[in-house]
Structures are given as C-alpha cells and as structure tokens.
C-alpha cells in the first residue's frame, strides 16, 4: 500500500486551519434550502454494536465509551460482558424501536452505519434500506483511529464500504469516521466516491473544502458537520429525558428564528444503546411531535443536503 496521502488540502494561508468559514455572510431563505425552508432539520443514526472494541475482533481490550457504566474503564486483553451485553441492546432491540418510531412519524433519517456492525447484523442493514433511510459510513470500526496508519486506514474505508454494498446494495455517499486523524479527510477525497464527510463540527451549514494532488488536479470537496451537543451522547452527562428534550427544542427554537432571513442546518445525533431505550424514546418522540407542528421545516437526509449544495 501507499503510506503516503497523494491529496493535501489547500488553505488562504500557511496556517492548515480555517477559522474564518462564512464570515458572517451565509445564504438567504431565497436560496439557502428548497422551498425557501427556514431550516434543515437532519436526524442521523449511528449503528455502531458489534464493532466497538472487543478482544473478539482482536481489539487490545474491551470498549469503555458510551455505555449505561459511567466511567468505565478498558479491561486490556479480557471481555467485558457487561459491556458487551449493553452494546447488544442497541442492535438487538434498540434500533428496532427507534425504527418504528421514523416509520410511525413517516420521518427519514441517515445511519451512520459502522461496517463491521453491519456485517454482525444484516437484518439491520435490510431493514435501513426498507425504511429509506440514506445509510451512510461510520467507517469500517467504532474505534479510535487517531493513531491507525494511513494504509490501514485506507484498507478500513475500502471495508465499510464493501460491508455497505453487500448489506444495504448501494455504497455510502457519505462517511463519518466519528474519531478521525489528520490523514482522514484526505482518504476519502482519494477514495473518490464520497459526497461529502461529516467529521466536522465547525459550522452551522455545509461548506467546501478545496484539495490538489502532487499531479496538479484540482478538487473540491463538500463537508456537512454534525453535532456532539444535541445528541444523545449527553444522556451519559445526565442530561436525560425531558432536559434532552428540551435542549433540540432550544436549538430549534434559535435557528429557526434565525431561519426568517438566513437559514441553518440542525442535525440531531442518535445512538440505537442509548436513545433506544424505552424512558429515552420518548424524548425523541416529543421532539419529532414539536417540530412536525412547524411551517417551512426541511427534514430530510444529509444525501439531500448534498445534492442540494451541489446543484445550488
């Protein structure tokens, strides 16, 4: 494999960051999102169990994230079966509710699917399809790859999105590596089939990066950002149910107001372990309910948040 990147990213200056983006100057209602929306709302999926870390899949030791155990810590070189026990909730029984739910309130979403899960579960990935969902990468692996060598680290995309055409059809448009390095961007411009990427929590709407390869071509490459704040990851901080709840509700509130003149995109991020969960759900439920009531609400997939920064 090549250990090198044969794309670098092009910035104004020396420094490799942008700490500028829109400058104030973001798209009015007229243009912004179709039918002048005064916000995209996006509700995205992550289907993670069955490819955290686990000695199983010759993993140093057991996952410590994300779980009901806070706190918790790796056991190096042994199963934790609590743990994994709690990660099988998610794929097992979790997803199944979160997905009647996007079926009862006729609402679509993207999965952030990791390909290795997929592989552990393919009814899942049936099921994704069945229900319209975009199912977009979370990478091959639920790990993090900050210190993954950039071969590995290509071999593990050309996984996922292996994994993604044998249990959903199709490959993803999209992929978030969830814990990326400084190599990952870069692979997916190579990669060359992705529409976009959202490892970026940067901005309030969509934006262009711009790359060239030592050959001199020139490329640009869309990023649509998630979040890590309206996101159930927060029901291991304590913010439970009705705090969840009214925490979208306030960021609702904000951008769509904001949405009057310059539109935004609100993504919420759920997790199939932790929403999943029957005193959890029904945050979510009120959530969808509040915003179903709204005018000018754009819910939809990232897919068309791409295609549609793309075409306008």
Excluded at 211 to 230: F, M, R
């Amino acid at each position: 494999g090549m250990a090198t990147l044969t794309w670098k990213q092009v910035f104004d200056s020396d420094y490799k960051r942008d700490c500028v983006g829109y400058a104030g100057n973001t798209p009015t209602r007229a243009t912004c999102w179709p039918n002048e929306a005064r916000i995209a709302l996006q509700f995205v999926i992550n289907y993670e169990e069955g490819g955290e870390n686990c000695i199983l899949h010759n993993d140093q030791g057991s996952e410590h994230l994300l779980s009901e155990i806070v706190g918790a810590q790796s056991y190096k070189g042994e199963r934790h079966m609590n743990m994994e026990s709690l990660y099988e909730y998610g794929s097992r029984a979790g997803f199944w509710r979160i997905l009647n739910l996007f079926k009862e309130k006729e609402l679509p979403a993207t999965v952030y699917a990791v390909g290795m899960a997929l592989e552990k579960n393919p009814a899942a990935g049936k099921a994704m399809v069945d229900a319209g969902f975009e199912v977009a990468s979370h990478g091959y692996r639920w790990i993090d790859y900050q210190n993954v060598p950039i071969d590995e680290e290509r071999e593990h995309i050309k996984k996922a999105i292996t994994a993604n055409i044998r249990f959903t059809g199709s490959r993803p448009m999209g992929l978030y590596q969830g814990k990326p390095n400084e190599n990952t961007r870069s692979l997916v411009v190579e990669e060359g089939g992705f529409l976009y990427d959202s490892d970026s929590y940067s901005d309030d709407l969509p934006y262009w990066t711009y790359w060239e390869n030592d050959a001199g071509q020139q490329k640009s490459h869309l990023v649509i950002p998630y979040t890590l704040d309206c996101n159930d990851m927060r029901f291991s901080q304590g913010l439970e149910c009705d705090r969840f709840f009214s925490y979208l509700k306030d960021c609702f509130d904000t951008l769509y107001e904001e949405g009057k003149e310059f539109p935004k995109m609100m993504t919420v991020g759920l997790h199939c372990r932790v929403i999943g969960r029957p005193a959890r759900i029904s945050a979510l439920r009120k959530f969808m309910d509040y915003v179903k009531e709204k005018e000018d609400v754009w819910i939809c997939r990232r897919i068309e948040i791409a295609r549609h920064w793309y075409t306008n």
